[in-house]
């Protein structure tokens, strides 16, 4: 009796929630079509691709597959946009718009939140906490700086640049659009954005709400369509500036295929971050800083926490109190308020995910999953862990961008920046300790271009966000932000 009494009592503390999907009314589509010179049109070969909802594998829209008369023709509006009506205005009048645009998408944020998670599987706690309040705070910040850029860069006379082709991922499509628009606008360029093939749907309800905001035709166009559509605009001669997030093997033939061309270039890509948790650090809160940095947005983060590295004497615990946590998650239905891990973006990325898995089990790393059932339909992965990792295991090599985490010792403060810096990338890191003098001294010598103290995942539209190595280069965010879409 008093054994089995025993054994409840160390069983996670499991809360039974009753369904809270959501239920305000959406204006998802049946079809959506190319945004070209401020109106929606056909795309010129009549293709159009599916969008599917990766929570239950059904189709959601058609996206139009732009052709590359498409793009040209896009890429012809943009120019026409900024000669003869964006890059003239006075900035002044130039911020009023991206006001206007910031405080419709505060208003509809809460449809936008729901078509965000039906088309990308995130939960609606994120998308409605996380990305939407940023998407808007992005807009308003850099409507803000229309205005003052000889204050960003007091000395200087900065101009616009021209034309920006954009080409942005599927992990957070709405806050990659605004990360990219708002700045380039800002700075009185104009822009050609490509969405991610499985995740459009949203920047076309931006583009309706750039439409409802009297933007000027052609000072944003938007191209649907795969890799293709992407490389079009980005090899398209009348581009002047290029951004891209996304993998580092895009960036690398993107950048390949710029070099020697008079465009500029800005490159957001992969990361295979350590967070890095000492013995006198809080161990409840770093824990579950552990968990929202890997497991957030299903581990499809660029940013993502997905190396823990702990040091040696409080490793049992710490797994111990990381598996506890990992059972109590909810995975289910991305529109359920209660849900903690939503669905994998895609069929593709789910293969990728338990491809990389299927290699670590194979090397000898400790796979841990939790129990729980996932939906019989869509796309899903279990948040797991795997331990007894060495630094030669491809699970730590590599990004798996999905929702488990690589957990490695450490036994000194200059083994942990030895083991955190050795990796291709370097977009950002965590440290976990009460001392700030440690604090210091790590992001001192921590090859990220962020690093998060006693937190993990903040951002702030203030603050620059970018990364080092093969993480890319250029900054996003921030005054920094404004530099890759103006010439001093
Ligand atoms: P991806 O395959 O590189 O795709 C990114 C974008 O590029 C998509 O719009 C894609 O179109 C397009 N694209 C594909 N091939 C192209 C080509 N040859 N030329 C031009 N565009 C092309 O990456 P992903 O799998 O979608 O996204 C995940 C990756 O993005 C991860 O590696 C992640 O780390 C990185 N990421 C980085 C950041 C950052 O800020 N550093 C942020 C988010 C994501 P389709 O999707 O339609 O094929
Ligand atoms: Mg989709």
Partial sequence: MAKSKKKKSK???????????ESTPVPLRKQYDLFIDGDFVAPSGGSYFRSVNPATGKPLARIA??????????VK????AYENGWQPMPSLERGKYLFRIARLIQEKSRELAIL??????????????????????????YAGWADKLSYAFPG???????????????????????????????CGNTVVLKPAETTSITAMHLAEIFQEAGLPP???????????TGAALIEHEGIDKIAFTGSTSVGKKIAESV????????????????????????????????????????GHVCCAGSRLLVQESIHDEFVARLKRRIDTLIVGDPLDKNTDIGAINSKAQLKRVQKLVDSGIAEGAEFYEPKCPLPENGFWFRPSLFTNVSASHSVAKEEIFGPVLSVMTFRTPAEAVQRANNTCYGLSAGIWTDKGSKILAMADQLKAGVVWANTYNKFDPASPFGGYKESGFGREGGLHGLLPYVSL
């Fill in 77 to 80: 509006a943009a120019r026409e």
């Fill in 156 to 186: 200087k006379n900065p101009k616009s640049v021209g034309v920006a082709g954009q080409v942005i991922p599927w992990n957070f499509p709405l806050l990659m659009a605004a990360w990219k628009i708002a700045p380039a606008l800002a």
């Fill in 65 to 74: 597959k732009a052709e590359d008369a498409d793009v040209d023709a896009a």
């Fill in 116 to 141: 965000e998670s039906m088309d990308g599987g995130k939960p609606i706690r994120e998308s409605r906490d996380f990305d939407l309040p940023l998407v808007a705070a992005h807009f308003f910040h």
């Fill in 218 to 228: 052609g000072v944003v166009n938007i191209v649907t369509g795969a890799g293709d």
């Fill in 259 to 298: 070099a020697g061309t008079r465009k500029k270039l800005t490159l957001e890509l992969g990361g295979k971050a350590a967070n890095i948790v000492f013995d006198d650090a809080p161990i409840e809160e770093a824990v579950e800083g552990v968990i929202n940095g890997i497991f957030f947005n299903q």
């Fill in 11 to 21: 069983s996670p503390v499991t809360l039974d929630f009753a369904p809270a999907p």
